[in-house]
């Protein structure tokens, strides 16, 4: 192949697999995020406080009487359920209240602004209001419930509306598979109030599985992970809920404080605070354009090297 051309082939391979489609995106708070244009409102506002900042650390309390509040980031680009992310936060907790016949959780995840609502759980008087479509989030229901077990870990996975409403197109880990209280030692029954976790929740594009994967930082900034059980969750599996041709189509990324709408200011489902340290996303490059990256490679150093032996002189010519 002509040097010329083949330079050419070269800089169109590097082009389509080292230019970025998206950066990652993070935040470790150290500039406020209510004051940022980085974030926005995309469900309620702070009237009620249940945001706040200092320096390092953003405190979300969570009130489930209260309307849902939800701040978000842009990404930059819109995911959907072919492409593979990690989604981490680092976060420390503390729950007020968590009744025992009740059930309500703290999220983060990745919505889209414009089209992911506030109703996470319907109302006595509409039980299909619920419209927290395109989500992908980290729950922990804190409560622990006679009949039911708890507390309960999982990824949740919202698809884009299919005409109903938002549970209609849900995937989660139920049973004791995400039942944190029914697991036997070495595993832990909950998850370590007042100390600083980390989650990881990895989906892969490729496969359509979600892996939720928990670890407690110690003063060193030393992961030790653990061990929460299994907590995959296959949206390509049969009766997972997920409805794959309504995918979901995220754009942001999200905190959340939730409003449970089956529950009164005198008797909230949750009560707590949680502090994260920092939020982020990660692209996974997808098996292809690997392949794209090796190839280019191949094909730079055989001609860095012939450039080398040109400007020694060992080479005469084109």
């Given at each position: ?6 330079r ?26 209510l ?42 680009v ?7 992310f ?17 059930a ?37 229901f804190?409560?622990v ?49 007042d100390t600083t ?27 030790s ?16 809920g ?61 001609w860095?090297h ?13």
């Amino acid at each position: 192949m002509p040097c010329l051309a083949r330079r050419a082939l070269l800089f169109a391979l590097l082009n389509l697999c080292w230019a970025p489609a998206a950066s990652a995106v993070s935040d470790n708070f150290s500039a406020n995020p209510l004051t940022s244009s980085a974030w926005s409102f995309g469900v309620g506002s702070n009237v009620n406080n249940q945001f706040t900042w200092s320096p390092g650390a953003l405190n979300v309390h969570l009130d489930s009487s209260l309307p849902t509040a939800r701040i978000d980031r842009p990404l930059g680009v819109t995911l959907s359920d072919s492409n593979s992310f990690q989604l981490s936060a680092r976060f420390s907790f503390h729950i007020t209240s968590a009744p025992a016949d009740q059930a309500a959780q703290f999220s983060f995840g990745l919505t889209n602004h414009a089209l992911t609502g506030g109703d996470r759980t319907g109302t006595l008087a509409s039980f299909t209001s619920d419209n927290t479509f395109s989500t992908v989030e980290f729950d922990y229901f804190p409560n622990v419930s006679p009949s039911f077990g708890g507390p309960t870990l999982s990824p949740a996975v919202f698809g884009a509306s299919a005409g109903g409403d938002a549970f209609s197109n849900l995937a989660s880990i139920f049973g004791d598979a995400s039942n944190l209280g029914s697991h036997s030692p070495p595993g832990i029954t909950s998850l370590p109030q007042d100390t600083t976790l980390e989650a990881h929740l990895a989906y892969n594009g490729s496969s359509k599985i979600a892996t939720l994967t928990m670890f407690q930082v110690s003063g060193l900034g030393v992961l030790s992970q653990l061990n929460t059980g299994p907590l995959v969750l296959d949206l390509g599996s049969f009766g997972s809920g997920y409805d794959p041709t309504h995918p979901f189509s995220l754009d942001t990324l999200s905190i959340m404080s939730y409003h449970d709408g089956f529950t009164t200011s005198d008797a909230p489902s949750l009560v707590g605070d949680i502090t994260y340290q920092n939020i982020s996303l990660t692209l996974v490059p997808e098996p292809s354009t690997v392949v794209l990256a090796l190839l280019a490679g191949a094909l730079f150093l055989p001609w860095r090297h012939y450039r080398r032996a040109r400007r020694a002189g060992h080479l005469i010519g084109r």
